[in-house]
C-alpha cells in the first residue's frame, strides 16, 4: 500500500524497534526513567526552552499547554479551522471549563491580529477573562513567517496574554525556513511538538515550556492518567526521531512538490503548486469525481484523505517512485473514464 493519508502511518524502522528494545528504563512517575529524561532534555535544548514533558499525543500535549495557561472560565483565541479547537473533541472545554473564542483563519495559516486584539475582552465581570493566544505551525501544510511570530508574540506581550503553539509540524516548518527550530519556538510561552508525525516515532508528543508551566503540566499529565511508568520504551524512538529525522523533512517535502507538479497536469484536478510549502498538497476534483478516484485509487493499493478535497501527506515511508505511480495511476483514471 502507498498511503498518503497522513503522515502519522509511518511504521518503525527496524533501527528505531532495535533503540526502543535497548532503552534503559526507570518509573518515570517518580522521575526516574533516564531515556524519558534524555529525550525531555533533548526536546527542550533543540526548542531553546526551559524545559520540557513527554506525553503520548498532541492532543494531550495541546490540552496540558490549555490547562497549565488558563483555569475555570477563562478564555483562548484560535483558529476556527486550528486542531485544537475543531479536531480535539471540545477537551479544553469539557475537562477545563476553558471557553474558546474561535476566528477565521487567513488563508495563510495565521490570526489576523487586529481581529485577535478584537476580541481580547476588557477586564470586566460581563467577560470571561481572555488568556491565551493558540497558533499552528505547519498549517495545513502552511508555514507562519518568522516577522508574523514577532508580531503575535509582541501583541500578546502588551497585552499579558500567553502564547501558545501547536506546534505539531514545526520541525516542517523549522526545515522549510531553514533556520533552527528554536527561531520558531522562541516567540511561544509553549510549544506542542508531535513526534508520530513526520518525525516517524510510533507514539509520543512533547510539550516544552518554562520550569513553572511544564511543573503544573506534569501534575495535570497525571490527573489525566497520563502518568506512564516505564515510558523510556517508547521515549528512545522520539530520541532516534528527533536526532536522525528531522533534516530527511526536506525530502518529504520534495516529494510533495512532485506529487504538486505531476498532479497539475491532470486537467480534471484543481491544483496549485506554489501553494505546496511542506509535506502536505491539496486538490480539488468536482466532488462526484473525487469519490470515485478515491475508490479507484484504493482499488490499486493506493490511499488518500480529504473531506470533498484531497488530501496527500507525504512521509518518510514514502519514495519518489511511489508519488510517480499515484501520479500515473490519478492520469489513467482521468484518461479511461
Ligand atoms: C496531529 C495533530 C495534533 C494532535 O496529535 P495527536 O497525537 O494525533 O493527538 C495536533 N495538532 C495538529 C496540527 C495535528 O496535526
Same mark, same amino acid.
Request: glycine share 6%; proline share 4%; hydrophobic share 50%.
Given at each position: 500500500m502507498i498511503d498518503l493519508r497522513s503522515d502519522t502511518v509511518t511504521r518503525p524502522s527496524a533501527r528505531m524497534?532495535? %533503540?526502543? @528494545?535497548?532503552? %534503559?528504563?526507570?518509573?518515570?512517575?517518580?522521575?526516574?526513567?533516564?531515556?524519558?529524561?534524555? /529525550?525531555? @532534555? /533533548?526536546?527542550?535544548?533543540r526548542l531553546g526552552c526551559e524545559a520540557a514533558l513527554f506525553a503520548a499525543t498532541g492532543t494531550?500535549?495541546? /490540552? *496540558?499547554a490549555l490547562l497549565s495557561h488558563c483555569e475555570r472560565g477563562d478564555e483562548y483565541i484560535v483558529g476556527q479551522q486550528a486542531h485544537t479547537y475543531r479536531y480535539e473533541a471540545g477537551g479544553a472545554a469539557v475537562l477545563g471549563s476553558i471557553q474558546p473564542q474561535p476566528l477565521d483563519l487567513e488563508p495563510d495559516g495565521s490570526l489576523d /491580529?487586529?481581529?485577535?486584539?478584537?476580541?481580547?475582552?476588557?477586564?470586566?465581570c460581563h467577560f470571561a477573562r481572555t488568556r491565551l493566544l493558540c497558533l499552528e505551525n505547519t498549517q495545513a501544510?502552511?508555514?507562519l513567517p518568522l516577522a508574523y511570530l514577532e508580531q503575535a508574540a509582541a501583541l500578546t506581550h502588551t497585552m499579558s496574554l500567553g502564547l501558545h503553539l501547536d506546534g505539531a509540524r514545526i520541525f516542517n516548518a523549522a526545515v522549510k525556513l531553514d533556520v533552527p527550530v528554536s527561531d520558531i519556538a522562541g516567540h511561544f510561552d509553549s510549544v506542542s511538538?508531535?513526534?508520530s508525525k513526520g518525525l516517524g516515532a510510533p507514539v509520543g508528543s512533547v510539550l516544552c515550556g518554562s520550569v513553572d508551566l511544564i511543573a503544573k503540566a506534569r501534575r495535570w499529565r497525571k490527573m489525566l492518567g497520563g502518568g506512564m511508568r516505564q515510558a523510556g520504551i517508547i521515549a528512545a524512538a522520539g530520541i532516534l526521531a528527533l536526532e536522525e529525522h528531522v533534516d530527511r523533512l526536506a525530502e518529504d517535502h520534495a516529494? @510533495?512538490?512532485? *506529487?504538486?507538479?505531476?498532479?497539475?497536469e491532470v486537467e480534471e484536478l484543481v491544483i496549485d503548486? @506554489?501553494?505546496?510549502?511542506?509535506?502536505?498538497?491539496?486538490a480539488w476534483p468536482d466532488t462526484a469525481t473525487a469519490e470515485g478516484l478515491i475508490d479507484y485509487l484504493r482499488e490499486e493499493g493506493v490511499l488518500v484523505g480529504g473531506y470533498g478535497n484531497l488530501r496527500f501527506v507525504t512521509h518518510l515511508d514514502l519514495t519518489a517512485a511511489d508519488v510517480d505511480r499515484v501520479v500515473e495511476l490519478i492520469k489513467r483514471y482521468f484518461v479511461t473514464r
Open positions: 524497534r532495535q %533503540v526502543m @528494545a535497548d532503552a %534503559v528504563v526507570g518509573d518515570d512517575v517518580y522521575g526516574e526513567d533516564p531515556t524519558v529524561n534524555r /529525550l525531555e @532534555a /533533548l526536546a527542550a535544548e494531550q500535549t495541546n /490540552l *496540558l /491580529l487586529s481581529a485577535v486584539a478584537a476580541v481580547i475582552k476588557p477586564d470586566d501544510g502552511k508555514v511538538v508531535c513526534l516529494n @510533495a512538490m512532485r *506529487l504538486a507538479v505531476g498532479l497539475a503548486p @506554489a501553494s505546496v510549502q511542506t509535506n502536505m498538497v491539496f
